[in-house]
C-alpha cells in the first residue's frame, strides 16, 4: 500500500498576496517559491473585523481562551504552559493577529518543530485568514525568495533557522514577536539551536509549552535566559525551586483539562494481556536463549548494552514474527477493528518502530483503510494526511510512528489508540493518547495498551512498576525528541546493570 504521496488541498480560501512588489529575475525554477494557495474559493461573508478575536464559521474560542489570549496581549513576555490539547497556538494566534491589526506588530516570527510547520499554516489560514503568512521551507534557494516576502508572519523550523542564520539570509532584528512552540527546544543553552534563538532581538517573546515546569530548574533558567533576560540568576543554584516559582508566576498562564474542559469526554484505559503465537513463542523462545548465553559469557562491563539490545529485540519479536507475521496483538486488533470499523469508528495504533512492526502489517490492516504515518512523509504529506482522517471517511485506521506522530496533531476523529508496544514512559503514551482526548473529542476514548504474557514486556513493566517514582524523574524529561533507538539508553539509566541482567535470570 503506498502512503509516500499525497495530493490535495485543505479546503481554505486563497491566501493573501505573498510576493507583490517584488521582481523575480530569471532564474532557475527551483528557486522560485511556490504560491501557498489550497483552493481557488472564493471567501464568503464580510471580511473579518480587525479589532476582534476572529472564529472560523462553526468554531468559538471557551471562556478560559480568551483569557489566554487576554494574558498573552497584556504580557510581551510570556510563558503559556497550558496542558496539551488546550489550544495553545489558536490562543497565539489570535492574540498575534490583533497585535497586528492594532499595528503593535509589524512583522512576527513562528518557530516551531519541523514536523508541525504545516499544521501551524494550517490553523494561521483558519483562525488569520487576513494575515499574510508564509512558511518558509524548502531548498535554499526557495528559502531566499520567502524571506524578501512582504508578510505579516514567517513560520520556520528550529533548525532551519539555524541554518537560515548561518547562511545570512534573514536579519535576526526583523521580528517585532518571536513565539517559540515547544519553547523546551532552547532548554539546553549550549546548544546551536539556543544560541540562534538567542540572536533574535524581538521586543515581544512568547514561548508555548504544555509541560514547562517538568523540567528541572536549570533548563527552566535557560527557557527565561531568552524570554526575559536577567529575570532569574544565570544557574539554578543560586536561587531556590519556591524563589523560581514565585519570579516567574507573573509570566506564566497553566490550565489543565480538568479544570477548564469539564464537557470533554471520559478517557478509559486498559492493559491487555496477550499470549504470543506458536509461531512468535518459537522465535521469542531461540532469540532468548542465544541472548542469555551470550549474556553468561561475556564480561560484567559489556552485559548492559547487550541486555538492552536483546531488549529490544525481544520487544519487536512480541509484536510480530517478521517472516510469518504471526501476532498475537493483529489477531487481537483483527477482530476489534472489524466491530469498530462497522459502526464508523476510526482508531489509531502507535508503535515506536515503523518499520519493523507498522510497515510489515499494513497488508494485515488493509480491510480496514489503514495509513501509515511515518518519517516518510513530507511536511505538507502529514497535514494532508491529517486533514483526510479527519474530514473523509478513510483512512479509518492511522498507524502511526510515535517518534513522528506522538505529538503536534490533533486527530479528533479517532476515539480509540491502541499501542501496539510499550515505551516504558506514561509522558510518551499520554502524548500520543493526546491525539485524540483534546478539544474536538465527542465521543469517550479508550486506550488499550497491548502486552504479552510471560515475556520481556511482562517482566520490565513489572520492574518499571516498582521503580515508577525514578521512572518519572528520568525518563519524562527524555520525552521531548527521544528516538525510538534512544530508548534502551534512557531504560540503561532507568534500570542497574544487575535489574538489567536478573531480566533474564543471569547474575554475575
Partial sequence: MSTATFSGHLGLPPAPSLFEGIEFPAVDPLAMPPVFLD????????PPDPTCVYCPDGAELYTYQ???VKFLLEHPVALLGDEMGLGKSI?????????????EVDRALILCPKTVLFDWYYKLRQWAPDLRVVPVEGPKRRREWYWRCKVHVNLIGYETWREDLKW?????????????????????????????????????????????????????????????????????KAISPKDVRETIRPYVLRRCKV????????????VQWLDLTPVQKWAYEAIEREGVNTLKSVGYSAASMIALALITKLKQICNLEPTSLASCKMDFLERELADLTTQGEKALIFSQYPDKTLKPLLRRLAPFRPALFDGTLTDWNRQILVHR????????????SLKCGGTGITLTRANHVYHFDSWWNATAAQQAEDRTHRIGQKKPVRVTTLLTRGT?????????????????QVMDPLTTDMEAAEEPVALGKLLSRDDLMGLFGVRH
Fill in 39 to 46: 483552493l481557488p474559493t472564493q471567501q464568503t461573508g464580510p
Fill in 389 to 400: 482522517f479527519q474530514q473523509l471517511e478513510d483512512p479509518a485506521v492511522m498507524a502511526i
Fill in 456 to 472: 520481556i514486556e511482562e517482566r520490565v513493566h513489572a520492574l518499571v512498576e516498582q521503580k515508577r517514582a525514578l521512572f518519572h
Fill in 91 to 103: 490562543q497565539a494566534i489570535a492574540a498575534l493577529r490583533l497585535l497586528i491589526h492594532q499595528g
Fill in 66 to 68: 480568551d483569557d489566554g
Fill in 259 to 270: 479544570d477548564v474542559l469539564q464537557h470533554l469526554p471520559p478517557k478509559e484505559t486498559r
Fill in 168 to 236: 545570512n539570509l534573514v536579519d535576526p532584528s526583523l521580528f517585532d514577536l518571536v513565539i517559540l512552540d515547544e519553547i523546551q527546544r532552547i532548554k539546553n543553552p549550549t546548544t546551536s539551536t539556543h544560541k540562534a534563538v538567542g540572536r533574535l532581538e524581538a521586543p515581544r517573546r512568547w514561548g508555548l509549552s504544555g509541560t514547562p515546569l517538568e523540567n528541572n530548574l536549570e533548563e527552566l533558567v535557560s527557557l527565561f535566559a531568552y524570554l526575559k533576560p536577567g529575570l532569574l540568576p544565570d544557574t539554578a
